[in-house]
């Protein structure tokens, strides 16, 4: 009797056990994934607050006057000193492809030189390592360092205003004429109007043909828009963006008809 009691309590005590270094491995592995979300968390927070950093410093470089298309401080790719040669910093195993220059597509983590690229008390640009690799920068702080790529805005904006209200609603109703202008200033380059691949109307219609989500690539704009035509989508095109960053807050030019004007001027 006593031998079949001592059994039973060695598999109590023994599955006692194994309830508990089950719990003790959930608990360990409950508090790995804690750990990681937390350093994700805040990798995640780190990221944000580099990027608004970078952007907070673009915005006050440009408010202050700032040209980032002048020759010292525009974007320069691998191309540092703007010789059109590899030297100096721009060893071959600095650039993306080895032994050749590629400035016009290098990707700012790949860049040399950023637009507003920072320099030491000697002139001599200030790197920092990117994938084992030498790379300038525009500034850092404690969540690490950014580069700033500045670039023109392509064109007039065709999601401007608000797509899901009337063309005739606030800022569409400018967007509506400004294209319908362009247009207009399209057909006449070449001292005739009416002969050119595009007329008024198509500016207008990329306004009041627009959905409501607004435009969501080039096809859908010649398709819907222009007639399927690709030569008015051509003619267009350079002087037009579909993405833009747009600041709701900034104060914009009134719709309202001039002194005199009626309803119908804005229209020309």
Known sequence: ????????????????????????????????????ASESRTASTRALFLARSGLEDAQARLGCGQDPTRVESRYGGEDWDADGTLNGIEASDEVVAVGRL???????????????????????????????????????????????????????????????????????????????????????????????????????NLVDRRPARGWQGWDQVREVALGGSRAKLEALRPCLTLQAWVDKRVIRPNATPHAGGTAADLGR
């Open 1 to 36: 009797m006593r031998s079949r009691c001592r059994g039973l309590a060695l598999l109590i005590v023994i599955g006692v056990l194994g309830v508990l270094a089950l719990l003790a491995v959930a608990f360990v592995t409950m508090a790995r994934l804690e750990r990681r």
């Open 102 to 204: 590629n400035v016009l597509d290098c990707p700012v983590p790949q860049a040399m030189r950023p637009s507003f690229h920072a320099k030491d008390g000697f002139g001599a640009p200030v790197l920092n390592q990117v994938d084992g690799r030498r790379r300038g920068i525009t500034g850092s702080n404690a969540a690490g360092s950014y580069s700033l790529k500045v670039v023109p805005q392509g064109g007039i904006h065709l999601n401007d205003g608000d797509p899901s209200l009337p063309r005739t609603a606030g800022y569409n109703a400018v967007l509506w004429r400004m294209l319908g202008n362009l247009a207009e200033a399209v057909d006449r380059q070449d001292g005739v109007v009416g002969d050119g691949p595009v007329a008024r109307i198509d500016g207008e």
